[in-house]
């Protein structure tokens, strides 16, 4: 070929890519058109307050609905509509489909990062452990639940906790897979598990509920890092995570994400202190 003929093919490829990713763009952006037109967000999310929560009649709340309540509504979307899914089926539900976002305490790390894009951060938190009252094993991280061969600890499917313990040592058959926080505290006062783990706020949450004075909550677990979560949206649909972005750069600035998330506990200036890239790429 000559060198004429070299230029054309690659002008041609380069057209090919051009137009290509002017297709891939226009899809993109038509996912917020798509969602306008539907009238609401399908979201997921995980029934643990204070993250989220969905009342006897069906009503979704929670700091992480609320945040992408307002911004969809901001966005032209009207509502959202949730439904609960464990932590690990969540990703591969959104990558299906089955989801628009994802809006659950799904904590930001390099592998989510890779399989997902995320908002900047909305909620942050620490992990804790709810024992017996007294503590009688003495747990204060997961690597004391690892060096006691006897002991059980429950934790979400799929999610942070249990990654956090199986990465401590504690063996597959000693880490209990618990669906929901009523369970976990059932098992945990009927002697089912030792210790049952979920973020500081979580905890807090459930025991306040339970008024149980046999429980002690176990805070911050020594060695466990502070997580932080987003939004998170379907390969693809970046310009939907862009456009959801602007909006909540917005709340942060005006104050009110800040009214939204501090009623549940959450701190607006934690959020506000770290970004996306960061914790995408912390080890």
Known sequence: MNKLGILAGVAGVALTAILAAATAGS???????????????????????PYTAVAADGKVSG?????ARE????????????????????????????????TAGLFMKPERCAAVVYSEPVLCDAEAMLVK???????KSYEDVAKDTSATIGAPGGGTEEKLALTAGVPRERVIVVPDGQSGLKMLQDGRIDAYSLPVLSINDLVKKANDPNLEVVAP????????????????????????DVELAKLKESGEFAKIIEPYGFSAAAAMSTSRDKLCSAK
């Open 27 to 49: 899809a993109d952006e038509g996912k917020l058109e798509e969602l306008k037109a539907q009238g609401f967000a399908r979201v997921a999310i995980a029934n643990e307050p």
């Open 63 to 67: 700091a992480a609905p609320d945040v």
């Open 71 to 102: 911004i969809f509504k901001r966005l032209g979307v009207n509502d959202i509509v949730a439904s609960i899914s464990e932590y690990g089926a969540m990703i591969p539900g959104l990558q299906a489909g089955r989801f628009d976002v994802v």
């Open 133 to 139: 009252k007294g503590n009688p094993k003495g747990f």
């Open 221 to 244: 677990v020594v060695g466990a890092p502070v997580y932080c979560d987003g939004a998170a949206f379907k390969k693809g649909d970046e310009a939907l995570r862009d456009a959801y």
